[in-house]
């Protein structure tokens, strides 16, 4: 993946999976299905919708920081360009799933109405979520379309956070934990907070998960 993040990968979908219901932003708000996003080019509405698989960046990946990746979007140049709820079910039970999706700054085509009353907050609650949790990550890179056609050398890059883990109670205390050895074995005289031991960033034009 040399170098994707330099201008290969056209868009950034930030893709989150919640069982409950009462950890949703209060200001993402609920989008039908298939309907096209605010911001949204016609080549990244085709990506997000298309049928086209892409590839497995690495394999899932258990309780991951991913705050340095959210950070690194804006110094690789990409701005958020929607955020969106939207409440499915899966075995008889609601789920959520959240997406924030970024762009490539020349490709910002978002409303005044998104970027000045929207954008600022959605910001701020994706980072909250991203301080507060750890996460299981999935990456896909797909293919990227304009005009309904696949345009070779550019992608759409989908990274999926599930499993939450949380590190900080509702009372915004640390979530505390015994440390274990190999074994199993409880080390330490008292429990730790709990903390990632991995994170998900971009590294010279890369996305990479590492210590």
């Known amino acids: 993946m040399t170098g994707l993040m330099n201008g290969a990968v056209r868009i950034v979908m930030l893709r989150f999976s919640?069982?409950?219901?009462s950890l949703i932003p209060a200001c993402i708000k609920e989008k039908p299905a298939k309907q096209k996003s605010v911001g949204e080019t016609p080549g990244q509405f085709v990506a997000r919708t298309s049928a086209a698989k892409g590839a497995e960046c690495f394999?899932?990946?258990?309780?991951?920081?991913?705050?340095p990746f959210f950070t690194g979007l804006a110094f690789a140049g990409y701005v958020l360009?929607?955020?969106?709820?939207?409440?499915?079910?899966?075995?008889?039970?609601?789920?959520?799933?959240?997406?924030?999706d970024f762009a490539i700054l020349e490709q910002d085509v978002s409303s005044d109405e998104f970027r000045q009353n929207i954008r600022p907050d959605a910001e701020k609650a994706l980072q909250?979520?991203?301080?507060?949790?750890?996460?299981?990550?999935r990456a896909f890179l797909n293919p990227y379309f304009f005009k309904e056609q696949e345009v070779e050398g550019q992608y759409a890059l989908s990274v999926n956070l599930e499993a939450r883990t949380p590190i900080f109670d509702r009372q915004g205390r640390p979530i505390l934990q015994w440390e274990k050895d190999k074994n199993g074995e409880r080390i330490g005289d008292a429990p730790v907070p709990v903390r990632p031991k991995l994170f998900l960033r971009i590294e010279k034009g890369d996305i990479a998960i590492g210590e």
């Open 18 to 21: 919640f069982s409950d219901l």
């Open 81 to 100: 360009v929607d955020a969106f709820l939207q409440v499915l079910q899966k075995r008889g039970a609601d789920f959520a799933v959240l997406r924030f």
């Open 128 to 137: 909250q979520m991203l301080e507060l949790s750890m996460w299981r990550v």
């Open 59 to 67: 394999v899932p990946v258990e309780k991951v920081g991913c705050l």
